[in-house]
């Protein structure tokens, strides 16, 4: 049987957390066994009472003291997954833009032999609904900009709904990877394509979330935009 973690990072998501919950814990069959690991930032509006108050074993949370971003959120769920043996970790966020209902066939592919699937609004013209046109033109020239600068052969280099092999992920030194929002979902694309992995991309028709507020930034953006460069020159010196 198949141990599956999907990590869902939150803050200020009660308004999605219990609905969201019940849509990934339903993919579970008899050879694929789905847990959830909810990693949240003290949130405010009592997200992580509401996660509590399940006492389902399949869910389990993290509490942090502080909001501390998206990338460092992703890196504890991975070492818990190493940690706990799992097989193979999502990404995924809370609010439904990433729809639960793909995660079996990310799956599938894995078990094709690939090391990372992403979810990608972009690999078959642009698949985004309800996201203003600013948006959708900012994220789909980040994705070029940063495969004409890294030379990353992703279409989506910015999807953060992702499922990446265990054992493959175990080679990367997650302690050296900084960054957080965008930024991170590309350098964690980045280092699995120089290591040679095999990275597969399936369409997704991505959906802006249904309640709560929009955690983008100016500041991830502006992240984005110098990190690729960081990680050219480290990969043209050897330092990935």
Not at 58 to 83: D, M, P, Q, S
Not at 120 to 137: A, H, K, M, Q, T
Not at 162 to 186: A, H
Request: with cysteine.
């Amino acid at each position: 049987m198949s141990k599956i973690l999907v990590i869902i990072p939150t803050y200020n998501e009660a308004d999605n957390i219990l609905k969201i919950i019940p849509e990934v814990l339903k993919n579970s069959s008899g050879d694929r066994d789905y847990n959830i690991l909810v990693v949240d930032d003290n949130s405010p509006d009592g997200t992580a009472g509401l996660v509590e108050n399940l006492n389902n074993e399949k869910v389990n949370i993290l509490k942090r003291e502080k909001k501390n971003g998206l990338g460092t959120a992703y890196l504890a769920g991975f070492k818990y997954a190493i940690k706990n043996g799992y097989d193979y970790v999502f990404e995924m966020d809370a609010d439904f833009s990433h729809d639960p209902k793909y995660l079996n066939i990310f799956i599938e592919k894995i078990e094709a032999g690939y090391d990372l699937v992403i979810g990608s609004r972009y690999i078959n013209g642009i698949s985004v609904l309800n996201w203003p046109l600013r948006r959708l033109i900012m994220s789909y020239l980040a994705s070029v900009y940063t495969r004409v600068v890294t030379g990353l052969n992703v279409m989506d280099t910015t999807a953060g709904f992702m499922c990446y092999r265990v054992e493959s992920l175990k080679q990367i030194n997650l302690d050296e990877v900084k960054s957080n929002g965008y930024s991170f979902q590309i350098e964690m694309k980045f280092k699995f394509f120089k290591k040679g992995f095999r990275i597969f991309e399936v369409p997704i028709l991505f959906i802006d979330r249904r309640e709560g507020e929009s955690k983008m930034s100016r500041k991830v953006v502006y992240e984005a935009y110098f990190m690729v460069w960081k990680l050219k020159i480290k990969s043209i010196f050897g330092k990935l």
